[in-house]
């Protein structure tokens, strides 16, 4: 399996746009996780799903962000509109046995929001 | 909510030293606290793991130690390499409760 996978890998908008980014996880894996990592904040858990169904999306920061995922193969982080604040690094990660296991980190997203 | 606490932000050691890097947690219902390791620009990925049922853990030059009472824990790495040189993070949480990441330790390794 070639792992988590993640697009784009880099993206610079402009303040006001919409931003999508994608993840597919591991095949087999029933859980996924967007995380968001900055200098201040470090690591932050955003939403997670399990078998396609959002369970906790307390880590969202404001209606500008959603997550769906339409079926097990596939999910995306959207942010509309965009702020020069959102820009951080975007990592999904997936697994089989949820929050207290191992998660597999895609190589993330580094987004600008100029 | 959880809170964690990792200390050193930063720490140099010479090549062949040990390093510990040490968290704190604040819910004493956390029972799952993984370690993760993150080179530049890369991924963070597992490096070592500990449930609340077990004191210590050891692989190779990587231990992990826990105290529940003191909901403390820790990293040690011993026979540092310059490959080891990377940004450690902690975390703290469970089957029901997402996982808290520490802020996370600047390792260097000084040849």
């Known amino acids: 399996d070639a792992g988590v996978i993640q697009s784009p890998r880099h993206e610079v908008t402009e303040m006001g746009q919409e931003v999508t980014l994608r993840c597919k996880p591991i095949s087999g894996h029933d859980y996924l996780f967007w995380y968001r990592q900055t200098m201040m904040r470090g690591l932050e858990l955003l939403i997670y799903?399990?078998?396609?169904?959002?369970?906790?999306d307390s880590g969202m920061p404001e209606d500008r962000f959603s997550a769906k995922m339409p079926n097990a193969s596939f999910s995306t982080l959207k942010i509309q509109p965009s702020e020069p604040r959102d820009s951080a690094v975007y990592f999904c990660a997936s697994n089989l046995r949820g929050l207290n296991t191992e998660a597999f980190f895609g190589q993330g997203t580094r987004l600008t929001v100029v | 909510g959880e809170n964690v606490e990792q200390h050193p932000s930063t720490l140099s050691v010479q090549e062949g030293d040990s390093a510990v890097i040490k968290c704190t947690y604040s819910?004493?219902?956390?029972?799952?606290f993984p370690w993760y390791k993150q080179e530049l620009g890369k991924r963070p990925q597992l490096i070592i793991d500990?449930?609340?049922?077990?004191g210590e853990k050891k692989d190779q030059r990587i231990a992990v130690t826990l105290n529940k009472t003191a909901k403390h824990f820790s990293l040690h790495i011993t026979e540092t390499q310059p490959e080891d040189s990377a940004v450690y993070f902690c975390?703290?949480?469970?089957?029901?409760?997402?996982?808290?990441f520490g802020s996370g330790t600047q390792l260097t390794v000084l040849p």
């Open positions: 975390a703290a949480g469970g089957s029901a409760r997402q996982l808290t």
């Open positions: 819910d004493s219902a956390s029972n799952y």
């Open positions: 799903f399990n078998n396609n169904v959002p369970i906790d």
């Open positions: 500990i449930r609340s049922n077990v």
